[in-house]
């Protein structure tokens, strides 16, 4: 059996909003006339959740068109980059980050090669962010981080 | 002369040589980037936000507003030259832009879309001066129970006018006011949804979330068919309408311009309705309608009168009333609040030099498009056929950048990347982010005003139907959902919808 697009939505919404519900029922909830900070979020998360049935019996019900194949590729090896990026940013420095996720998310593509063309491109690209970005704007962050000085 | 003084103080301020560079500056990067297949105005603001940090605020929002309309017209140019519209309001462009681009009169239908937009934006502009001050005036008698029934409008016209199913976008609503409430609330000063990390207790930046699920999550769409993805790009060539042109387009661009001008006042998604109504609309009264979808010059002139029209004066309920009408007007105000403005009816009286200020650079910057536009083109359509592989982990590169200078923060650049993964489940699934980004502004304001509704009420609900104001804005509510209920409107719906796919 294939997957529904309906199906995966309304169990998103629907645990979405299980999870939003019981942290919200926590917080007072207070009266109509006195809001508590529980008010609010316990009205949305409970709509949420109906919601979020609502999708999944439709879902059963009515025809819909099947969840698409997903490319895991790009999904998962750009968020690598930018967490490559932020973990270098504060040790490496800013242009040594940029070129790492530059390198990292471009190698995505199934166009990428590695050779002097695109090496120097990447480096004068991310000579050029640095400009821009540091001495040009004025970003508070270090070109070169504590472990390259 | 009130006006005249305001508009003077307008042009004082417009036209230091400070605001009108960054203003060129706004307009120049915003259609560059603009302009790049995929690439629409929210993910193109989120991308050149750190250019506006520290400047200051009057500047600031110059530029801003520049990069906005800039990137608008670089979406249409696009959409004429390679048949890929960076938003749903310019898909109607395609239409027929790209039609007169293959059949060689690429040049003719990009300047009708220029003057058009240059028209339009002229009369919006006028139209933003005019009735800025009396929305203002009348907000300032606006209560909590008047501001409630008006989130829920701009929410409902939203879902409306989303793609996909009233349902997904009522879920996609209510998740996006669950992501504006995280963090410190700030009536009881509970911390609320924060995981207990520190991180969070400022809430999840707006900016954050947006750039994650239209930028990044518009680069994973993407790279999915990036072997099949073709770049033909349509050559220019004369760039002068011919004399039956102007002829044709003439009263297109009045009646697009008036539509536009109307329907973006609406809160809700009013520049995609205003671009459709008025194709629909010339297709209908057109003595060439047969023409339509064939390369008809009204086809382009109509729909990009009414688009620029109504991307002006959708800046009205966010100047005035503080909400935003669309998805790029709440990253505005998310941007005016990294700034420390808080929009607003007090904006006008508080800052009269902000307001006018950009009053008048709105219409200045249109008449740099109009003269930078047409003979750069070149220029742009270099710029579009730069290929996908190189283009992308820039814009990776760039949003990176963009998010961790909001608050030098590793954390929001994080959330970034996880909202970029939501992004495209969402786009996976057919559920519109629109909705979800609009109540992640709007939620905590409805809340904070039920809040105070039902204080003074004491608790009783009624009063939101009590109000006249509040009650017809609840009427005109209820009229839209019931409209999209009943058969014969929902069949509507999904042809006008249709097209935008």
Request: aromatic share 10%.
């Amino acid at each position: 059996m294939k997957i529904r697009q309906d199906s995966v939505l309304g169990l998103f919404f629907a645990i979405t909003g299980c999870i939003a519900l019981l942290i919200a029922l926590k917080y007072p909830f207070g009266t109509a006339s006195r809001m508590g900070p529980g008010f609010f979020p316990v009205v949305i998360s409970t709509l949420l959740v109906a919601t979020g049935i609502g999708i999944l019996i439709r879902s059963i019900s009515a025809s819909c068109d099947p969840f698409p194949a997903i490319t895991w590729k790009a999904l998962v090896m750009i968020p690598a980059a930018i967490i490559v990026f932020c973990v270098a940013i504060e040790p490496l420095g800013f242009l040594p980050a940029v070129l790492l996720l530059l390198v990292l998310s471009a190698a995505t593509s199934v166009k990428f090669r590695l050779d002097w063309k695109t090496s120097a491109g990447a480096l004068l690209f991310a000579g050029l962010c640095t400009v821009l970005f540091v001495e040009l704007i004025g970003l508070p962050m270090p070109v070169l981080g504590i472990w390259l000085q | 002369m009130e006006i005249f003084n305001d508009f003077l103080l307008g042009f004082s301020t417009a036209t230091t040589s400070g605001n009108l560079l960054y203003c060129f500056l706004g307009v120049l990067l915003g259609t560059a980037v603009g302009v790049l297949p995929g690439l629409g105005p929210v993910a193109t603001i989120s991308m050149l936000l750190p250019f506006t940090f520290g400047l200051p605020v009057d500047t600031a929002l110059i530029m801003l507003a520049g990069i906005f309309y800039g990137s608008q017209y670089g979406g249409s140019t696009t959409a004429i030259l390679m048949n890929l519209p960076g938003e749903a309001s310019s898909v109607v462009t395609t239409l027929d832009g790209h039609e007169m681009a293959k059949q060689g009169k690429a040049g003719r239908a990009l300047a009708a879309a220029a003057i058009s937009s240059f028209f339009a934006g002229t009369v919006g502009t006028l139209f933003i001066a005019a009735s800025a001050p009396l929305l203002a005036g009348l907000a300032l008698t606006f209560g909590p129970t008047e501001y409630f029934s008006l989130i829920v409008l701009g929410l409902i016209t939203s879902m409306v006018l989303a793609s996909g199913s009233l349902l997904t976008a009522f879920g996609m609503a209510l998740f996006g006011a669950i992501l504006g409430m995280i963090g410190t609330d700030v009536n009881s000063g509970a911390a609320r949804f924060t995981f207990d990390t520190p991180n969070l207790l400022d809430g999840l930046n707006f900016v954050v979330v947006a750039t994650g699920i239209f930028g990044l999550g518009d680069v994973f769409a993407n790279l999915e068919n990036e072997r099949s993805r073709s770049a033909g790009v349509a050559a220019v060539s004369s760039l002068f309408p011919t004399r039956e042109d102007w002829k044709r387009m003439c009263a297109p661009i009045m009646r697009g311009t008036g539509i536009g001008v109307l329907l973006g006042v609406l809160p809700g998604a009013g520049v995609l309705l205003a671009s459709f109504s008025a194709y629909a609309l010339e297709k209908k009264f057109s003595r060439h309608s047969t023409e339509f979808g064939k390369g008809a010059i009204e086809g382009v002139a109509a729909p990009e009168a009414a688009n620029n029209a109504a991307a002006q004066t959708c800046f009205i309920p966010m100047l005035t009333l503080g909400l935003p009408g669309t998805a790029t007007m709440a990253l505005m105000i998310g941007a005016l609040v990294v700034q420390g403005v808080q929009p607003g009816p007090e904006i006008l009286t508080q800052q009269p030099s902000l307001f006018w200020g950009l009053v008048v650079s709105m219409w200045l910057g249109n008449l740099m498009l109009l003269f930078l536009n047409l003979p750069l083109v070149g220029v742009w359509a270099k710029l579009i056929s730069v290929p996908y592989h190189y283009l992308f982990p820039m814009i990776c590169v760039f949003v990176a950048i963009g998010v961790y200078s909001i608050n030098n923060s590793v954390f929001d650049v994080y959330m970034m990347a996880l909202f970029g993964v939501l992004g495209y489940f969402f786009r996976k699934v057919g559920a519109e982010p629109a909705p979800l980004i609009l109540a992640m502004i709007l939620g905590p304001m409805a809340e904070e005003y039920l809040r105070r509704a039902l204080l003074i009420s004491h608790g009783d609900p009624s009063v939101f139907l009590t109000s006249p104001l509040s009650l017809g804005t609840l009427v005109i509510a209820a009229l839209l959902l019931l409209s999209i209920i009943s058969p014969r409107f929902r069949k509507v719906r999904e042809e006008g919808l249709q097209e935008a796919d």
